[in-house]
């Protein structure tokens, strides 16, 4: 098993942690085209030198690199909009397609990572949600594209997930800044945030759970398209279908606060 780190210390970590043999890590930064071909390369050495004649397959990927960029789109740099989709898009794809020959070989499996953002949008969360709306899109296109060569393709839609990435998400609400001229738009967002996370940190689920998933998607004998994770992303999906997007839009302004 390979894994991408991008610190070498938590490969290291991974590595004392792990029984000897079963986890190889690999750094990757998977906006760094340098990197990924190293783990390219390395894949297929460690898969050749593993499997003899049926070396250099490889049986799954899990595409799970990602970060988030919230606040109102008018305050968001073209920067921040841009390392948004260098990460949980363009590094994505890099990565898949560097990948694709040892996985045809293996007649594997990839799994997107997506999120219940990547079927609803929100204020305030709109790079994270187009994000991850392409990669719903990308992973449509390629479980048609790549049915010839017998590689199967999901996309597992957590809603929220108990990680470390709360904390991230309020030392970004905590580092909004507003202009003066915007405080009467926007003055309000940064005590929203904080009332959504809190509301949606309390209603998440484990990581143990999202694993379970991933793992189903790798072992089913027909594994489904997408796989949707917590009550609070099968919610919002019900809603989203069901109410008109006028009612959808008041709802959520008035559970935002805004």
Do not use: C
């Not at 050749?48 to 899990?62: E, K, N, V």
């Not at 948004?84 to 020959?101: C, D, H, I, K, S």
């Not at 799994?111 to 949008?121: A, L, P, T, W």
């Not at 209603?203 to 999202?210: G, L």
């Amino acid at each position: 098993m390979f894994a991408g780190v991008r610190d070498p210390a938590a490969g290291e970590r991974l590595l004392q942690e792990a029984v000897a043999g079963q986890v190889i890590p690999l750094t990757l930064d998977v906006t760094d085209a340098g990197q990924i071909e190293q783990a390219r390369v390395r894949v297929q050495e460690e898969t050749a030198r593993a499997g003899g004649l049926q070396g250099g397959r490889l049986d799954a990927l899990i595409n799970n690199a990602g970060i988030g960029v919230g606040g109102p789109l008018e305050l968001v740099s073209p920067e921040d909009l841009r390392m948004q989709f260098e990460v949980n898009v363009f590094g994505q794809v890099a990565v898949t397609r560097a990948l694709l020959p040892a996985l045809r070989v293996a007649r594997g499996r990839i799994v997107f990572i997506s999120s219940i953002g990547g079927r609803v949008s929100v204020p305030f969360n709109g790079p994270y949600a187009a994000s991850k709306y392409a990669i719903e899109a990308l992973g449509d296109a390629l479980r048609g594209e790549l049915h010839s060569s017998n590689i199967r393709v999901s996309l597992v839609e957590p809603g929220s997930v108990k990680t470390p990435i709360w904390d991230k998400a309020r030392a970004t609400a905590d580092g909004l800044e507003v202009p003066p001229e915007l405080q009467d738009e926007y003055g309000r967002v940064q005590a929203a945030f904080a009332k959504v996370l809190t509301d949606t940190e309390r209603r998440a689920v484990s990581p143990e759970q999202v694993a379970a998933t991933i793992e189903r998607a790798l072992t089913a004998r027909r594994p489904r398209a997408r796989y949707l994770i917590g009550r609070d992303a099968r919610g919002m999906v019900l809603a989203h279908a069901l109410l008109p997007t006028g009612a959808f839009d008041s709802v959520l302004r008035r559970v935002l606060g805004v």
